[in-house]
């Protein structure tokens, strides 16, 4: 597991550095379309960046998801918590699909 001093290990540890730079891509499309409602962009251009964003944003969450599901899950259930992290779970995807 972890020592005191060091950062506990997540599902997404070792695709961090990935995760990291998808979600500063995704915060460099927000900043265009910040550029594009200044500029008066053609709202179907400005609404078809935000589906580009979300996704992405998407893409980012399936793979927190795929780390839970293989490290946390497993570490849980182990710990006798297979139910709890089941639930967590599935209520984080649930959130997840309620849009709009």
Same mark, same amino acid.
């Given at each position: 597991?972890?020592?005191?001093?060091?950062?506990?290990? +997540?599902?997404?540890?070792?695709? %961090?550095?990935? /995760?990291?730079? +998808?979600? =500063? =891509?995704?915060?460099?499309? @927000? &900043?265009?379309?910040?550029? $594009?409602?200044?500029? *008066? =962009?053609?709202?179907? *251009?400005? #609404?078809?960046?935000?589906?580009?964003?979300?996704? !992405? /944003? *998407? %893409? @980012? !969450? #399936?793979?927190?998801?795929?780390?839970?599901? =293989?490290?946390? $899950? &497993?570490?849980?259930? !182990?710990?006798? +918590? !297979? *139910?709890? $992290?089941?639930?967590?779970?599935?209520?984080?995807?649930? +959130? /997840?699909? %309620?849009?709009?």
């Amino acid at each position: 597991m972890t020592s005191p001093s060091s950062s506990p290990v +997540r599902g997404y540890t070792a695709s %961090k550095d990935q /995760l990291l730079a +998808r979600l =500063r =891509r995704v915060e460099g499309q @927000v &900043r265009g379309i910040e550029k $594009m409602v200044d500029d *008066d =962009r053609y709202c179907i *251009d400005v #609404l078809t960046q935000i589906s580009a964003i979300q996704a !992405a /944003l *998407d %893409k @980012v !969450a #399936l793979g927190l998801l795929d780390g839970h599901a =293989r490290h946390c $899950m &497993r570490e849980g259930a !182990a710990d006798g +918590r !297979a *139910d709890e $992290m089941a639930g967590e779970m599935m209520a984080a995807v649930g +959130r /997840l699909m %309620k849009r709009g």
